[in-house]
């Protein structure tokens, strides 16, 4: 059986591509914009300090994996003759990676509300439930992906998204309404410009 790819298919797949360059793109821009505060304030911490390897991961880390996934990877063996056993590893790989970034960049976030509520253990609590809830949620939804996976570059996600989708808003929501709480609480203005 020869499998045909629609002009839809194509436009998706070039739709994808042009994204995640302008994403590439933006991430670089960012990183080089806002590298003189990183060495000032992230490069000094101490070597134990958690939040300096979560910022490190989430900034360095998948800047270069994304860097290989748009530039080196394209260019691999796998992708001229893909398996169906190399398209789900790197379905898998890429799920990880992803899930990965979401989480530190949510437990920086909640680093952060916690030190602005003056470490109040209410805030970690609250904090450390909803992350903790989004992760649970998180692991059915990519085993049932990558199992239901039957190959190319679009896919019925599983339908136990959306309950990590409505966990992943919570947080992201308690994260900002808390943010924005305390700042009017301060009487700080919430944009500086």
């Known amino acids: 059986m020869v499998d045909t790819i629609t002009e839809a298919t194509v436009a998706a797949m070039r739709s994808i591509y042009c994204h995640s ?45 994304q860097i290989s996934s748009q530039i080196a990877f394209p260019m691999s063996p796998a992708v001229s003759s893909p ?58 939804t990519s085993f049932s992906s990558v199992k239901s996976y039957a190959g190319g570059i679009l896919f019925q996600l599983s339908p136990d998204v959306n309950i990590q989708m409505a966990f992943t808003t919570v947080v992201h929501s308690t994260l900002i309404s808390l943010t924005v709480a305390n700042l009017r609480a301060m009487e700080l203005p919430l944009f500086s410009w």
């Open 21 to 65: 360059f302008a994403t590439l793109a933006l991430s670089f821009w960012d990183f080089l914009m806002t590298l003189g505060d990183e060495v000032r304030y992230i490069w000094p911490m101490n070597k134990r300090h958690t939040f300096k390897w979560l910022y490190i991961f989430h900034r360095h880390f998948l800047l270069v994996v």
């Open 83 to 140: 398996t169906s056993y190399n398209c789900r590893t790197v379905l898998a790989v890429m799920m990880i990676l992803v899930e990965c970034a979401n989480f530190t960049l949510e437990f920086i976030l909640a680093y952060r509300v916690f030190a602005l509520f003056g470490r109040r253990p209410w805030v970690l609590r609250l904090l450390g439930c909803l992350i903790l809830g989004e992760i649970i949620c998180c692991m059915p």
